[in-house]
């Protein structure tokens, strides 16, 4: 009952210090939009990322991705939260031991050559161990910091009220649909035993990119809140950001097929390319590393995203509409189709053009195409606003965070030719044939 009451306690603690970070901010902001306040948004910004940036759970990856939103934050506030690393303060060894226990039983640490003490790296809903297997493999051990559950409801909640702000102040986008979205990614990634299922989905999908590496799952090892699986050489992409050119296009390969495969050939998307899910291996390759963030779309969806890409291409403004409406985008008039275009015409350009180039060629500071979103966030609102459907946010997510790293990384790249590989002979029933069969065999639910 005390250990109860102590986590109780320390809850209360963390939901006011982040309910003070989060309204006061907002109030500010809506001052500062209503009644001509003037404000020190630097400051503000870096009050709200020190806020945020030491607690465990959800709210960290929730502002990482509220960065990519147009509008949906002030520019000063996204470019703060942007470096927030989900890093977060380790359990000490003795919360360790009677976590470990509750998972595995109390002769737990019997079942490891090895496990040790202090953790390998730190995040927001977990942190993971170095330990050795039985056999001799080197592992992973990624334990789940207790009460996540009652954590992520509470910082829900906050986020709830976050895009309600939003949505009075800022009709251009209704985020109504985008908060069911990451509510359900959220909830879904305090399920380990369903994240252990897309590991296996994504060996299966990636079984043949030698350049991509999967760790594999010991569910003897493993409950719903303890995910032990290989241990992955890798170095943070970072490290490679002065490298050779040609060093970094082979990372830079890697990546756009580690993300890609899966979404053309299977209809499935990673969507969180966070530098922290992620390495790089000695030969270049890359290995991912979290798979809580997975979204699995109806097949129509990928072919309403080539079906635009085309549109573009040959000027065809009734197949962006197809595309759009595929998508689940309703009553559409000409000026929100125009202005969507432009966002989708800033995302496709580096398909577009036949040649080796950058993801994005003119040298901007700030966030990889802040400028276009909120260029088209404006003219969304001057229209009547719009709603983005729930399956839109996840695969612009990955676009826009892959196109950061590819940022990061400098690399030239004939990404029109890297996109064509993979949709060259695309079929949507064969797609829906293979996304069946590999969903059944790692048993994974299908799309909703």
Request: glycine residues 6%; aromatic residues 8%; neutral net charge.
């Amino acid at each position: 009952m005390a250990d109860e009451q102590n986590h109780l306690t320390g809850r209360v603690r963390r939901y006011a210090r982040v309910g003070r970070a989060v309204g006061g901010v907002a109030a500010r902001w809506a001052g500062q939009r209503y009644l001509g306040l003037s404000a020190d948004r630097a400051a503000e910004a870096d009050e709200l990322r020190r806020a945020l940036g030491g607690l465990k759970g959800p709210l960290m990856k929730v502002a990482q991705l509220m960065s990519t939103i147009p509008e949906a934050l002030p520019r000063e506030y996204a470019q703060e939260l942007s470096q927030l690393q989900s890093n977060a303060p380790p359990m000490g060894w003795a919360f360790v031991k009677r976590r470990m226990a509750a998972e595995l039983g109390p002769d737990w640490n019997a079942k490891f050559k090895t496990f040790e003490r202090d953790a390998a790296a730190a995040a927001s809903l977990g942190q993971v161990h170095r330990a050795v297997a039985l056999d001799g493999r080197r592992l992973a051990c990624k334990l789940q910091y207790p009460d996540m559950a009652s954590t992520v409801a509470a910082d829900l909640r906050q986020l709830k009220l976050i895009f309600s702000i939003h949505r009075r102040l800022d009709p251009g986008v209704d985020t109504r649909n985008i908060f069911t979205e990451i509510e359900a990614r959220l909830r879904e990634e305090l399920d380990y035993v369903r994240e252990a299922h897309h590991m296996a989905l994504y060996r299966q999908m990636l079984k043949d990119e030698e350049r991509v590496s999967v760790a594999e799952v010991l569910p003897e090892l493993s409950t719903a809140r303890l995910l032990s699986m290989t241990w992955l050489d890798g170095r943070p992409l970072l490290d490679f950001k002065d490298a050779p050119v040609e060093v970094r296009n082979d990372i830079a390969i890697a990546m756009f097929r580690a993300w890609y495969v899966p979404f053309y050939g299977y209809g499935v998307i990673h969507g969180d390319p966070h530098l922290g899910n992620y390495s790089v291996r000695a030969d270049r390759g890359v290995n991912l590393l979290d798979f809580g963030c997975i979204r699995v779309f109806q097949p129509k969806f990928v072919r309403g995203v080539i079906d635009l890409y085309h549109a573009l291409s040959n000027d065809d403004p009734a197949l962006a509409v197809h595309a759009y409406e595929t998508w689940g985008f309703a009553g559409l008039s000409n000026e929100v189709i125009e202005t969507l275009n432009l966002w989708a015409e800033f995302v496709y350009a580096p398909l577009l053009e036949d040649r080796p180039r950058r993801i994005q060629e003119q040298e901007k500071a700030g966030l990889y195409g802040r400028e276009v979103a909120e260029k088209v966030a404006k003219q969304l609102r001057q229209h009547g606003g719009v709603t983005p459907p729930r399956e839109f946010v996840f695969m612009d997510r990955a676009a826009i965070g892959l196109g950061g790293v590819f940022l990061h990384l400098k690399a030239e790249l004939n990404w029109h030719r890297l996109f064509h590989d993979l949709i060259a002979d695309f079929d949507e029933a064969r797609l829906a044939r293979r996304q069946k069969a590999a969903l059944k065999q790692a048993e994974v639910p299908p799309p909703a």
